[in-house]
C-alpha cells in the first residue's frame, strides 16, 4: 500500500465515495470467517488446557499409588522389626528368611516366631504387587528388605526396595 492513496474496497470505489448504507457493509465483507477463526483458536487453547489437566491427574493418581506402596512396606518392615524386638530369645528364627509368590492366606504358626514369619509372608505377598522380601541378621543388627513392582505404575519401571535396619538387644 502505497501512503497516500485511500483504501479501494471490493466495489474498487473509494469508501467515501459509497452511500452511507454500502460503508459499513464493505468492512463486513473484509471480516467474514474472523469469528469462526476466533472460536477455533479458544477451542484449541481449551483442549490444551483440559490435556494439561487431564496429565497433572494422571501424573497424581501414579504418585499416589507408588507413595502408597512405599507406606505399606514401611510398616510391614517396622511391624517385623517390632515383632523381632519383643521377642529377642528367638532371633535365630527369623535369620534368613526369605519371601517370594503369590498372596496366600496365614497358615499360623507353632510358635510365636513362626507365627510372626507367616504374618509377615502375608503382608508381603497380599498387601504389595510382586512383591519379595528378605530378613538378614548380622551379629545384633537386623536388616529387613522389601522390594515390589512398579510396573502396574509407570512402563518399563524396575523394583523399588526398601531396606530398614535395626539393632536387637
Given at each position: 500500500?502505497?501512503?497516500g492513496?485511500?483504501l479501494r474496497w471490493?466495489t474498487?470505489k473509494?469508501r467515501?465515495?459509497?452511500p452511507?448504507?454500502?460503508r ?6 473484509h471480516?467474514?470467517g474472523v469469528?469462526?477463526l476466533e ?13 494439561g ?10 504418585y499416589?499409588a507408588s ?9 510391614i ?9 519383643a521377642?529377642?530369645?528367638a532371633?535365630g528364627s527369623y535369620?534368613?528368611?526369605s519371601?517370594?509368590?503369590a ?8 510358635n ?5 514369619m507367616a504374618d509377615?509372608t502375608?503382608?508381603?505377598?497380599c ?9 538378614v541378621?548380622?551379629g545384633?543388627?537386623?536388616t529387613?528388605?522389601i522390594?515390589?513392582s512398579?510396573?502396574?505404575i509407570?512402563a518399563?519401571a524396575?523394583d523399588?526396595?526398601?531396606v530398614?535396619?535395626?539393632v536387637?538387644?
Amino acid at each position: 500500500m502505497q501512503a497516500g492513496k485511500p483504501l479501494r474496497w471490493i466495489t474498487g470505489k473509494r469508501r467515501e465515495q459509497l452511500p452511507a448504507c454500502q460503508r459499513s457493509n464493505t468492512v463486513r465483507l473484509h471480516q467474514r470467517g474472523v469469528s469462526l477463526l476466533e472460536v477455533m483458536i479458544a477451542v484449541l487453547v481449551l483442549s490444551v488446557g483440559v490435556l494439561g489437566a487431564a496429565s497433572l491427574q494422571l501424573n497424581a493418581i501414579r504418585y499416589s499409588a507408588s507413595a502408597d506402596h512405599a507406606t505399606r512396606a514401611t510398616l510391614i518392615a517396622r511391624d517385623v522389626l517390632d515383632r523381632i524386638r519383643a521377642n529377642p530369645s528367638a532371633l535365630g528364627s527369623y535369620a534368613a528368611a526369605s519371601v517370594t509368590g503369590a498372596c496366600s492366606p496365614n497358615l499360623g504358626g507353632v510358635n510365636v516366631a513362626a507365627q510372626d514369619m507367616a504374618d509377615f509372608t502375608q503382608a508381603v505377598t497380599c498387601q504389595l504387587p510382586s512383591a519379595t522380601a528378605s530378613i538378614v541378621i548380622a551379629g545384633g543388627r537386623v536388616t529387613v528388605s522389601i522390594s515390589w513392582s512398579e510396573a502396574r505404575i509407570m512402563a518399563n519401571a524396575g523394583d523399588t526396595t526398601l531396606v530398614v535396619s535395626s539393632v536387637i538387644r
